[in-house]
Nanobody, 118 residues
Framework: QVQLVESGGGLVQPGGSLTLSCATS????????MGWYRQAPGKVRELIAI???????NYADSVKGRFTISGDIAKGTVNLQMTSLKPEDTAVYYC????????????WGQGTQITVSS
């Protein structure tokens, strides 16, 4: 079974930076988008950044200007560079991939915890 494997989570102080990485455990054919979701305690999972096979990116307003998504869709790798982190960024972060003809993201990582606290 194909999995997305995330790395790079942990504890960081407010104002700090962190980079998450994600890669597929084996090749997934026809990926046309990869993204990062996060879920804070008691809240719904939200899409915060997406990168398309065209290279286009989009961000949730809550992270725009602070987070940068990059990656190689063809290779199934994606990164999320996070700067100026705030306590409200504390959440479990999930890597995801969407294949052609899928209406929603259909591959998921196991999630990695990020805690922003002094």
């Amino acid at each position: 079974q194909v999995q997305l494997v995330e790395s790079g989570g942990g504890l960081v102080q407010p104002g700090g930076s962190l980079t998450l990485s994600c890669a597929t455990s084996r090749s997934i054919p026809s990926i046309n988008a990869m993204g990062w979701y996060r879920q804070a305690p008691g809240k719904v999972r939200e899409l915060i950044a997406i990168i398309l096979s065209s290279g286009s990116t989009n961000y949730a307003d809550s992270v725009k200007g602070r987070f940068t998504i990059s990656g190689d869709i063809a290779k199934g790798t994606v990164n999320l560079q996070m700067t100026s982190l705030k306590p409200e960024d504390t959440a479990v972060y999930y890597c995801s991939a969407r294949t052609v003809y899928a209406s929603m993201f259909n591959y998921w990582g196991q999630g990695t915890q990020i805690t922003v606290s002094s």
